[in-house]
């Protein structure tokens, strides 16, 4: 977890290409988000259960967070999507 703050405080764009396991699930959560630069991008093309989505809303809604650009979420189709594009 430590190297997984370490790298989000230091990333312009942190990209997520892992799988879902135990491990991973909710790689990317508040504290993680908050470790990141206000002008960072998520990106998630992983599994959708990598990032806790809550935390990630109320990131992008604070200004915590530049963006996100997500090709999956934790459940299809996802009501995020509407938050997202707007």
Same mark, same amino acid.
């Given at each position: 977890a430590e190297d997984v703050l370490e790298l989000a405080a230091? @990333?312009?764009y942190l990209c997520l290409? =892992? +799988?879902?396991?135990? $491990?991973?699930e909710?790689?990317?959560n508040a504290e993680v988000l908050a470790a990141m630069k206000p002008e960072a991008v998520l990106i998630n093309i992983g599994r959708g259960? /990598? =990032?806790? #989505?809550? @935390?990630?809303v109320a990131a992008l809604e604070s200004g915590a967070l530049a963006g996100a650009v997500l $090709?999956?979420? @934790?459940k299809e +189709? &996802?009501? /995020?999507? #509407?938050? /997202?594009? &707007?």
């Amino acid at each position: 977890a430590e190297d997984v703050l370490e790298l989000a405080a230091l @990333a312009d764009y942190l990209c997520l290409i =892992v +799988p879902h396991t135990d $491990d991973t699930e909710h790689l990317v959560n508040a504290e993680v988000l908050a470790a990141m630069k206000p002008e960072a991008v998520l990106i998630n093309i992983g599994r959708g259960a /990598l =990032v806790d #989505e809550l @935390a990630l809303v109320a990131a992008l809604e604070s200004g915590a967070l530049a963006g996100a650009v997500l $090709d999956v979420a @934790a459940k299809e +189709p &996802s009501a /995020l999507g #509407e938050y /997202l594009r &707007s």
